[in-house]
């Protein structure tokens, strides 16, 4: 993994709901950049989530080196969809046409992001956080200082 300079680190947050997807991207220190949804009649959450994914990662295609994006991000996805995750972190093989398509597009997004100097496509890692997520790191930090 090629080291992270803060000032090219990009925080994206997508949601998925029926017949509508969202996301927000965020620098280093949390500060939006840009917010933006898509929609699809009667779509799945699941399929929306995957929409706004790919929302996301076309804005900062076409935006980068201006609106706060920078040239080479290194991209941190966060979604609530567990199957997504896998699909995306390659640790599940997409089975239906529109994990299948969506993967395609990630892929070449990835060759897309990919720095020249580099041989691995890590610039987009993708995340899982469940609805009910908490957390709590700064109360392991307290116990550190016990």
Known sequence: MPTI???????????GHKGR???????????????????????SPIYMD???IEASLK???DHRGENHIPQNP????????????EVASDKKVPKKPEMI???KTLEKLRDEFKRPH?????EIKCYWIPDNFENHIEDVKKLLKH
């Not at 300079?5 to 949601?15: G, I, M, P, Q, R």
């Open 74 to 85: 290194v991209i941190f996805i966060f979604t609530t969809y567990e199957v997504n995750y």
């Open 59 to 61: 804005y900062i295609k």
């Open 101 to 103: 398509q969506f993967k």
């Open 21 to 43: 997807g969202a996301f927000e991207i965020m620098n280093s220190a949390y500060k939006s950049q840009h917010k933006d949804s898509v929609s699809k009649s009667l779509a």
């Open 118 to 122: 580099q041989k691995q496509r890590d």
């Open 50 to 52: 995957l929409k706004a």
């Open 5 to 15: 300079n803060k000032k090219n680190l990009l925080y994206v947050f997508v949601k």
